[in-house]
């Protein structure tokens, strides 16, 4: 169904809005290629994430496992019209100690508001009858933040690319804002290229050395990202531990993309210092209509840093962010991602300044209370 049929049959009518929880494998396909019908309006886009999503919501893999997950789905005469997942992540729950749940996955048509308003208080009383006092929604289980501003760039893949309707619905349906984000990019230069080189080397005089996690035994590189990673991040708003089995899915996937190469561990006197996970650029994973390229800015990593409090001021965040650039940049990157940072982590954004990234694009995450 297009976009503008959905409008054009809502005019004057009484459409029949059905809410349903899809489950078996043909379903719950459908439900995860709708994203596909979503985003063929864009010239670039991201195909759907079936290799991960399909198994999490079967209930099979790392990412389902101390979750509860319910899919709902809304249908206007029939045809699906949005989507959205409701979670319970006990991982989150024991970190936190807090009775949310997550809305992920959330997609829909333009001209929907009513469907979208019904799926949502569907999702809502499933999260409230199993004991959420709340919903998050943009940012979650591999859940990006919603972007504010820019609809038109190609995002690094794994980010959001959501049209800019989508505010409209989720505040309709009951959500406010609870956190802005910033999203940074720079553009390579022969003086960064200097600056980073520099820096990969004072932090080598600092005593940090820079490891790559392909060059750490598969059991060492999991042990040490994981502790680090969880450490560094246990106090970072929304974040969620990862746990070994998640990580172990992940570092076979990034063994298929070039990650292992970009990702790394800084170590000091044998010791794990900070972490530094990237994904490298995926142009030729995108969705291109005919006649449309990508520019270089849309060639873009993905990159998330930590450091332990005892290593940090001490230049291991530049060094580490700088070898993986510098990797980057050789493999023929002319522009990079410093990637999404909450509007008040002050510390994290004059990182990215001290990279020479400037401010791209702004993103938000939603919250609706019960």
Same mark, same amino acid.
């Given at each position: ?6 409008? /054009?049959?809502? &005019?004057?009518? =009484?459409?029949?809005?059905?809410? &349903?929880?899809?489950?078996?494998? &043909? ?7 709708? =994203? ?16 991960? =999503?399909?198994?999490?919501? #079967? ?35 024991? @970190? ?8 992920? #996955?959330?997609?829909? !048509? ?7 308003? !019904?799926?949502?208080?569907?999702? $809502? ?8 006092? $709340? ?6 289980? +591999? ?18 690319? %959501? ?9 309709? $349906? ?37 490891? /790559? ?13 994981? @502790?680090?990673? %969880? ?15 998640? +990580?172990?899915? !992940? ?37 291109? %209509? ?7 800015? &849309? ?8 450091? !332990? ?8 965040? +530049?060094? #580490? $962010? ?19 940072? +909450? ?18 694009? %702004? ?8």
């Amino acid at each position: 169904m297009e976009a503008r049929d959905l409008r /054009a049959r809502g &005019e004057g009518l =009484q459409l029949s809005v059905k809410i &349903e929880s899809p489950s078996g494998e &043909e379903a719950l396909t459908e439900f995860v290629l709708f =994203q596909l019908k979503v985003y063929e309006y864009r010239s670039a886009r991201w195909p759907a994430m079936v290799p991960v =999503q399909l198994p999490m919501l #079967m209930g099979d893999g790392p990412f389902a496992a101390g979750r509860k997950i319910r899919p709902f789905a809304a249908r206007v005469d029939g045809d699906l019209v949005a989507r959205g997942v409701a979670l319970i992540d006990g991982h989150y729950q024991h @970190h936190w100690k807090e009775p949310l749940g997550h809305l992920v #996955m959330f997609e829909a !048509l333009p001209g929907t508001r009513d469907a979208v308003k !019904l799926m949502m208080d569907a999702a $809502a009383a499933w999260m409230k009858a199993n004991g959420a006092t $709340a919903a998050r929604a943009g940012f979650g289980l +591999l859940e990006f933040p919603f972007a504010i501003d820019d609809y038109e760039t190609l995002p690094p893949d794994f980010a959001r690319q %959501n049209p800019a309707y989508y505010h409209a619905l989720l505040k309709d $349906a009951g959500f406010e804002t609870e956190r802005g984000w910033v999203d940074y990019k720079i553009e390579v230069t022969p003086e960064l290229v200097a600056r980073y080189e520099s820096a990969l080397e004072a932090g080598r005089r600092g005593g940090f050395e820079i490891v /790559a996690v392909k060059d750490l035994p598969a059991a060492r590189r999991i042990r040490d990202f994981e @502790h680090t990673w %969880n450490t560094a991040f246990a106090r970072h708003w929304g974040a969620t531990p990862f746990s070994t089995d998640e +990580l172990a899915f !992940l570092f076979d996937f990034f063994a298929i993309t070039g990650a292992l190469d970009t990702t790394v561990i800084a170590y000091r006197d044998g010791q794990p210092a900070g972490v530094l996970m990237v994904a490298p650029p995926n142009p030729e994973g995108a969705i291109l %209509n005919p006649g449309r390229t990508l520019a270089d800015n &849309e060639k873009l990593n993905i990159l998330g840093i930590g450091v !332990l409090e005892n290593a940090r001021g001490r230049g291991v965040n +530049l060094a #580490m $962010a700088s070898y993986s650039y510098l990797h980057l940049i050789r493999q023929g990157s002319k522009f990079l991602s410093y990637t999404l940072v +909450l509007d008040d982590n002050w510390p994290s954004r004059r990182t990215a300044e001290k990279l020479g990234a400037t401010v791209c694009a %702004n993103y938000v995450t939603y919250r609706r209370n019960f």
